[in-house]
């Protein structure tokens, strides 16, 4: 840039030089050798030029690809409680561009500071070699641009927060749209899907727009400031010219010194607009990496040591939200290597147990112990790893069946995959593919119905062979069909495993040597299915309810 920056001002001096020697003395060999000077400067400013421009890419591809990187690992490790309160489109736009927003302030200061600030520099001694006292006048101009572009700041800033907003609104739309293409089409949800798109899309327009206008709203008045100074510098050099012996070249090197300065004092004058174009990404940004991520101030804890796999609640109490208690005082044990089933009405805070189980949350009182061990004393990674969790709809990356299989062992062998497969009674239907083993399940498993996706799930949780199992409703979105299938298969899974099983169907419950009956995040009534059709009050309503439920199914 410095070398960028002398070019471009030596060119100007050696003009000034060309006209005096034509005009004053006649000298053709002096223009000759400034032809010639002029041919080599050009030179050497466009290889400077290349030099710089690769550089400055390379700096801001590789910040940029840093700070991608960096902000996906903040994302891994922060907790779902956190990335839950903003829609996940949100959370992609905010990533996106708070991780171009450093490069593109480096960018803005290096072209601002480096190559329009010495180009200024350069060229003002120029004019200042010329003529001081004109100089002063043409100079002190130029911080009245700064204090006019401070004056937008405010308005600026928020006004980009408006567009970033509006760009994640577009972005949502077109997600949900996407995921829930079945419902859109199904309930003609078409004219409502444009209408919301529209909405986003014009509201980013008006939002681009006014930063354009904010942007550029000075640039008449710039001109016209410009124009006087113009036209002062003519009057005053020709002045000098006719009435003081002053040289034509003179006038001409002041004036191309000028003309050539002022479209980097302009853009530096816009610098500081730019540069608060960019500063809500770098402030999202920081306010990303500043998180602490909760994964990782675990690092001293002690693995999570399974002997048997007894789980206990000692008088658990947590709450989602300050003050309206999910959970209150539960106690409950889930004896080593036996299934025990929790029932109880949707909203009980069933799935909350498990999702405290797996230290997605920590209870705010009491204590969780696997073998005596407080889950919360231990590090979380080891309590995930021995724990196999099934919901009710498992989650497909997209890929192959066999890589699907593998996320419960990432260096299982195909054999193990396919034992794995066997075990959990998928391998006949995934043989039955072309492609067996190597068949793509489509984005989210959309190529399998959901019998299938529930036992590629199992079969993973096979070769995670983790001693804890917990079930989620496993066959809640299943047919009669599938669901004896998937029955099966987690029969297997669940010998000799502590297993707690969310259950709703009547067969599982029957079966189950130990069943607690959850109500309003408490443990009523605890028992097997005979000792309990006895003696609970809550488990009878629950059994002649779902006993309704299977006659008009
Ligand atoms: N992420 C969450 N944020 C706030 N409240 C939640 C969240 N998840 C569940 N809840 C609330 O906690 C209660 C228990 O939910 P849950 O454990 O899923 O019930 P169940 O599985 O028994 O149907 C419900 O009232 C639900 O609205
Ligand atoms: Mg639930």
């Not at 991608?68 to 736009?93: G, K, P």
């Not at 180009?119 to 130029?142: E, K």
């Amino acid at each position: 840039m410095v070398v960028l920056a002398s070019c471009v001002t030596s060119i100007t001096y050696l003009i000034g030089a060309v006209i005096n020697a034509t005009t004053l003395s006649a000298d053709f060999h002096s223009v000759f050798v400034v032809s010639a000077t002029i041919i080599i400067i050009f030179l050497v400013k466009g290889l400077s030029q290349y030099g710089q421009a690769i550089l400055l890419t390379r700096t801001h591809t590789r910040m940029t690809a840093f700070y991608r990187a960096a902000l996906f690992d903040r994302l891994l490790w922060q907790d779902v409680n956190s990335l839950s309160r903003e829609h996940s489109s949100e959370t992609i736009n905010r990533l996106r561009v708070s991780a171009e927003a450093p490069a593109r302030a480096l960018d803005l200061t290096i072209c601002a500071v480096g190559r329009e600030g010495l180009s200024v520099i350069g060229l003002s001694a120029v004019m200042i070699y010329r003529d001081s006292a004109l100089s002063a006048v043409c100079l002190l101009s130029v911080p009245l641009l700064f204090v006019l572009a401070r004056k937008s700041r405010a308005r600026l800033d928020r006004i980009t927060m408006m567009s970033i907003k509006a760009q994640s609104g577009v972005l949502q739309v077109l997600q949900e749209t996407l995921q829930g293409m079945l419902t859109v089409k199904a309930f003609g949800l078409e004219r409502l899907m444009q209408d919301r798109a529209c909405r986003e899309i014009d509201s980013a327009r008006d939002a681009d727009e006014t930063i354009a206008q904010l942007t550029w709203h000075f640039t008449p008045l710039i001109e016209a400031l410009s124009g006087c100074l113009v036209a002062l510098i003519i009057l005053y050099g020709s002045y000098r010219i006719i009435f003081a012996g002053a040289t034509p070249g003179d006038l001409v090197s002041y004036l191309t010194a000028f003309l050539l300065a002022y479209e980097p004092i302009k853009r530096l004058g816009r610098f500081p607009l730019d540069i608060f174009n960019v500063l809500p990404g770098l402030r999202m940004l920081y306010e990303t990496l500043d998180l602490v991520p909760p994964g990782r101030d675990e690092n001293g804890k002690p693995e999570l040591v399974v002997t048997r796999g007894r789980i206990a609640f000692d008088r658990v109490t947590f709450a989602y939200r300050q003050d309206v208690p999910v959970l209150h005082q539960l106690s409950l044990v889930a004896e080593a290597a036996q299934t025990t089933a929790l029932v109880g009405r949707s909203g009980s805070g069933k799935s909350t147990i498990f999702k405290l189980l797996l230290r997605l949350h920590d209870c705010q009182a009491g204590t969780i112990t696997i073998d005596g061990q407080d889950i919360a004393e231990v590090s979380r990674g080891s309590v995930r790893r021995r724990i196999a969790y099934l919901g009710q709809d498992a989650f497909l990356f997209d890929g192959t069946i066999a890589e699907n299989i593998a996320i419960g062992k990432l260096d299982a062998s195909a054999e193990e995959i396919a034992a794995a497969a066997r075990a959990a009674n998928a391998h006949e239907f995934i043989a039955a593919f072309p492609q067996d083993y190597q068949t793509h399940v489509g984005e989210n498993g959309r190529a399998l119905s959901s019998g299938q996706r529930q036992r590629i799930a199992i079969a993973r949780a096979f070769l995670k062979n983790a001693p804890i199992i917990l079930l989620d409703e496993p066959t809640a979105s299943l047919d009669t069909i599938s669901e004896r299938e998937v029955q099966r298969a987690i029969a297997n899974l669940c010998k000799h495993r502590t297993t707690l099983i969310i259950a709703h169907r009547m067969h599982t419950i029957v079966e189950s040597p130990v069943i607690h009956v959850i109500d309003d995040g408490q443990v009523l009534e605890t028992g097997n299915h005979p000792t309990l059709l006895r003696g609970g009050r809550t488990y009878q309503t629950l059994w002649s309810e779902l006993q309704v439920q299977h006659e008009d199914g």
